[in-house]
Each structure stands twice: as C-alpha cells, then as structure tokens.
C-alpha cells in the first residue's frame, strides 16, 4: 500500500519540520535517496491504518531538510 493518510500531522513527528509529502506503506520497503533531485531525506514514523501496521513517510526537500529551519526533534543522519 502506497497513499496518502488523512491523519497526518502539520509537522514530521521524527524531526518537528515542515514537509513537502507523506505516504503510507506496508509490506516490504525500500528506500534509496542518493542523487535525488526533489527529496534530500524522508524521515519514518511505525503507525496503523484500519488497526494494520504500516510506516508513514514524510518526504523533505533540499530546503526542508536544510539546518536552518525546523527544530530536529530527532537525531538525523
């Protein structure tokens, strides 16, 4: 499943930033960001939809994920 939650919230939870996108996911995943023009991080947060597991993604861009702007709740890396 790839779609996108109409419970999410206005901030990424992992590091408290604006974000361009967030999609749902179960099942098997990956995740390859290197020479991405558009995302430069996407941060993971486990949730349920319809009481089944599955990852939300929240898809930062260049300027998003820059340190300049947000709080970075988390770690990133």
């Given at each position: ?9 206005a901030r990424c939870p992992a ?42 993604f929240y898809h930062h861009t ?16």
């Amino acid at each position: 499943m790839n779609d996108v939650p109409g419970d999410a919230p206005a901030r990424c939870p992992a590091c408290g930033r604006a974000y361009a996108s967030v999609s749902a996911h179960s099942g098997s995943l990956m995740v390859n960001l290197l020479d991405n023009e558009r995302y430069q991080r996407v941060c993971f947060e486990p949730e349920s939809q319809d009481g089944n597991p599955c990852v939300y993604f929240y898809h930062h861009t260049h300027e998003q994920a820059a340190i300049s702007e947000g709080n970075d709740a988390a770690t990133t890396g």
